[in-house]
């Protein structure tokens, strides 16, 4: 029944390895969205799809690689891990923006605390 | 880009008094600013949200208001009770069609029973 749902809730791993973590939504939505929260709790988008398609792209490093194979799902790649990934990441969905109305509300996963050894 | 600021970083209430937190926006085409409450090891949950065609809206104890002129929004909170004790994130978002989601630093809200 969870709308926004990550796997894994927790990834502990050695620097230098390749990751992936997996988001899944069932509302329906057409927007889909990965943020970082670091360990001051602060916030940041990095990247959006709407319907597969790459719309925002921030300052991230190209280590870090989005995939979506459809609308219902975004998947996160991380290459060559750093001690500086160590962070909670989140992924959120939302139905498309409306002309005139802008962005609708964002639903959030639970979340995946990703530790660097 | 858009730059939000919220103020304080911590606030410390008695049960039962009303908690009000602050934010400024620098992008003057924003036009959606959300209030998200995170729990401690939990997901952000959306609390409110207002459009910039609104200067107030409510929902049972909370109310969020939005000064456009000013560029600023504030979250009230009346009645406060221990479970409100929480992070609360203010956000605006760009006028773009696809804008994205900027945050403030977070608000650490400690109600005291």
């Known amino acids: 029944d969870t709308a926004v749902s990550q796997t894994p809730k927790y990834l502990v791993t050695q620097m230098g390895n390749d990751k992936s973590i997996k988001c899944e939504q069932n509302l329906g939505h057409d927007t889909m969205y990965w943020y970082k929260q670091d360990s001051k709790k602060f916030l940041k988008i990095m990247f959006s799809y709407n319907n597969k398609e790459l719309i925002i792209n921030e300052t991230v490093p190209n280590r870090f690689s989005p995939k979506s194979p459809d609308k219902a799902h975004l998947n996160l790649h991380i290459n060559s891990l750093e001690l500086g990934d160590s962070a909670v990441y989140f992924c959120?969905?939302?139905?498309?923006?409306?002309?005139?109305?802008?962005?609708?509300?964002?639903?959030f996963g639970d979340g995946t605390r990703l530790s660097i050894l | 880009g858009e730059n939000v600021e919220q103020h304080p970083s911590t606030l410390s209430v008695q049960e039962g008094d009303s908690a009000v937190i602050k934010c400024t926006y620098s992008d003057s085409a924003s036009n959606y600013f959300p209030w998200y409450k995170q729990e401690l090891g939990k997901r952000p949950q959306l609390i409110i949200d207002i459009r910039s065609n609104v200067g107030e809206k409510k929902d049972q104890r909370i109310a969020v208001t939005l000064n456009k002129t000013a560029k600023h929004f504030s979250l009230h909170i009346t009645e406060t009770q221990p479970e409100d004790s929480a992070v609360y994130f203010c956000a605006a978002s760009s006028g773009t069609s696809y804008g994205k989601l900027t945050f403030g630093q977070g608000t650490i809200l400690t109600v005291h029973p």
């Open positions: 959120a969905s939302s139905q498309a923006p409306r002309t005139g109305d802008g962005l609708q509300p964002q639903h």
